[in-house]
């Protein structure tokens, strides 16, 4: 399993860029964990529904959303067909993420700062840890 850990920041073009490179990494299922980008004033729910866009597109496997509303529903609207959840909070994400995730996924997680989405990805890694 690959975590491409990219929960620093996050604007339309930087999600897209990061979305075409899951795309391009071998793996079994690519797997989209997105949260809300901030700060995009009154074209948030349209660029939101553009990345979820570009989940369909590019024919990713899944797509997990860490958003409040209106955005959450804009990236789900955009995924159309791609299979999606919504979170409502990072302890429910975990929790699903731990039971659904497998050997050979890789899992892109991507959203802006403040959404803290950083949490799940150290939980996750604390517990899909290898030992040495």
């Not at 948030?44 to 590019?58: D, N, P, R």
Request: proline share 4%; glycine share 6%; charged share 20%.
């Amino acid at each position: 399993m690959v975590l491409l850990d990219e929960t620093y920041n996050a604007g339309l073009e930087s999600m897209i860029a990061a979305l075409q490179f899951l795309a391009a990494t071998p793996g079994q299922r690519r797997i989209a964990v997105l949260g809300t980008m901030k700060e995009l004033g009154d074209r948030s729910a349209e660029f939101h529904q553009q990345v979820g866009a570009m989940v369909q597109q590019l024919q990713l496997d899944h797509l997990c959303i860490l958003a409040a509303e209106p955005e959450a529903s804009a990236l789900a609207t955009g995924a159309g067909a791609v299979p999606c959840e919504r979170y409502d909070s990072h302890t429910n994400l975990v929790a699903h993420l731990r039971i659904f995730l497998a050997p050979g996924d890789r899992v892109l997680f991507k959203a802006s700062r403040a959404v803290g989405l950083d949490q799940v990805v150290a939980a996750l890694r604390v517990d899909f840890a290898t030992p040495d």
